[in-house]
């Protein structure tokens, strides 16, 4: 398997911009997590999905974001408008149904915000 | 609510002498542990986990890390440290057999100095 895909790796948008990032998750996994990183305030889990169904998105930290699994296969996180406070590491990660089993991350969208 | 601590942002060590990155935890429950290690410009990939069962646990790399129920620490150890270690360590938790997301500690920077 191919692992969790991400893409864009790299995002350089300008302040006021639309920014859609976009994940595939393992096949087969029930599980997918969207998480930001920053030195600041470290990892931190915006939204996770199970079976396409949103379970928890509590850490989405404003209305200008926003996330949908459309099918087993492919999310996105859109955030509109974009501000520099942003920009960050976005990872993605998936995990199959059983709770004993690890989260298995993407390469993550490092996201700069201009 | 669940909750890690990694009380050492940066741990220094020279190659060859034993590390440990420390880590403690907090969960109602029965804790799913886990430690992910985060090398530059990449994701997180799964080092290790204690579900249940003999309280030493091995992983990839030749870590290996031990529950301690009474300290509520799962501290991740090896014995010869490499250059090649020098990374970003996260411990993480869940409460098992739940399927609440992990919760990451604010990640710890080992540095192997040669």
């Known amino acids: 398997d191919a692992g969790v895909i991400q893409s864009p790796r790299h995002e350089v948008t300008e302040m006021g911009q639309e920014v859609t990032l976009r994940c595939k998750p393992i096949s087969g996994h029930d599980y997918l997590f969207w998480y930001r990183q920053t030195m600041m305030r470290g990892l931190e889990l915006l939204i996770y999905?199970?079976?396409?169904?949103?379970?928890?998105d509590s850490g989405m930290p404003e209305d200008r974001f926003s996330a949908k699994m459309p099918n087993a296969s492919f999310s996105t996180l859109k955030i509109q408008p974009s501000e520099p406070r942003d920009s960050a590491v976005y990872f993605c990660?998936?995990?199959?149904?059983?709770?004993?089993?690890?989260?298995?991350f993407g390469p993550g969208t490092r996201l700069l915000v201009l | 609510a669940q909750s890690v601590a990694q009380p050492e942002d940066q741990v220094n060590v020279a190659e060859g002498n034993p590390l440990t990155v420390k880590c403690t935890y907090s969960?109602?429950?029965?804790?799913?542990l886990f430690w992910y290690v985060q090398y530059p410009n990449r994701g997180l990939q799964f080092l290790l986990k204690y579900i249940t069962g003999d309280n030493l646990v091995k992983g990839s790399y030749g870590f290996e890390a031990e529950f301690n129920k009474s300290q509520t620490s799962f501290h991740l150890k090896k014995p010869s440290a490499l250059v090649s270690d020098s990374a970003l360590y996260f411990c993480a938790v869940r409460e098992g057999p739940g399927n609440t997301p992990l919760v990451f500690g604010k990640g710890t920077r080992l540095s192997v100095i040669a």
């Open positions: 999905f199970n079976n396409n169904v949103p379970i928890d």
């Open positions: 969960v109602s429950g029965n804790p799913y």
């Open positions: 990660a998936s995990r199959p149904r059983d709770s004993q089993e690890t989260q298995y």
